[in-house]
């Protein structure tokens, strides 16, 4: 039996267990359809976001602060394997060297797609731009919703759970991090 054959006879297993019919219509596909979706939202597994990164590096000599904010994100938590939805803020002070813009909402969906904990996604977010961009230091704040919190467990829909990650200047200096925190929270700089 290959992978997708035992991924697909599990999820059949897991329908019987739950009290449903395997064989009724409406779920004759559904273990195909569910190895399918598995395998898109954990396919950060096979990407390295380093090397994502890596592909756009760009010579500069900007010092000032660059913040990508509101990257959505789609994640899975590793307790429960239900929905983390969330949005990461990501800046950094280069230091030379520059990123292709597009480059930090890849990098965080290659981290979000894997079976995560919140804080760290949120540090190995941090921790890629810094080893790859190499810059002056990173920040990055991320917040979501779990899941497991609202649709079960402790059922606190109104939750957000909070985390972030400084690196170099951003953790040494109190003014670049107050600048990110406000450019973060700043509503002109709300989507227009
Ligand atoms: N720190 C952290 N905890 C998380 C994250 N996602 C889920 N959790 C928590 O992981 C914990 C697992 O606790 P357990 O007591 O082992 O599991 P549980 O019985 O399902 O816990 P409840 O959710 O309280 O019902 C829970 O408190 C979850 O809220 C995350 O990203 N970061
Ligand atoms: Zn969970």
Same mark, same amino acid.
């Not at 394997?81 to 983390?84: A, G, M, N, R, T």
């Not at 190499?134 to 917040?143: L, N």
């Given at each position: 039996m290959d992978r997708k054959e035992e991924f697909v006879k599990a999820v059949k297993t897991i329908l019987e267990i739950? @009290?449903?019919?395997? =064989? +009724? %219509?409406g779920l004759l596909k559904t273990p195909e359809r569910v190895y399918k979706a598995f395998l898109h939202l954990t396919e950060g597994y096979h990407k390295d976001p380093k090397e994502v990164l890596g592909?756009?590096?760009?010579?500069?000599t900007n010092d000032e602060m660059v913040l990508v904010r509101d990257i959505e994100f789609y994640s899975l938590c590793e307790h429960h394997?239900?929905?983390?939805i969330g949005r990461a803020h990501v800046a950094y002070i280069p230091d030379g060297k520059v990123v292709g813009l597009s480059k930090i909402p890849r990098m965080v969906n290659v981290y979000?797609?894997?079976?995560?904990?919140q804080?760290?996604?949120? %540090?190995?977010i941090a921790d890629a731009l810094m080893e790859t961009v =190499? *810059?002056?230091?990173? @920040?990055?704040?991320? $917040?979501a919703r779990h899941m497991c919190m609202e649709m079960r @467990?402790?059922?606190k829909i109104c939750s957000t759970t909070v985390s972030s990650a400084l690196r170099g200047?951003? =953790? %040494? /200096?109190?003014?670049? +991090?107050? %600048?990110?925190?406000?450019?973060? /929270?700043? *509503? $002109? /700089? +709300?989507r227009f």
């Open positions: 739950i @009290g449903e019919d395997p =064989k +009724r %219509e592909e756009a590096l760009f010579t500069s394997l239900l929905p983390i979000a797609r894997r079976l995560q904990i804080e760290q996604m949120t %540090e190995q =190499k *810059p002056k230091g990173v @920040g990055v704040v991320v $917040q @467990g402790v059922e200047i951003f =953790k %040494e /200096n109190i003014k670049t +991090r107050e %600048e990110f925190f406000s450019l973060i /929270n700043a *509503p $002109q /700089n +709300r």
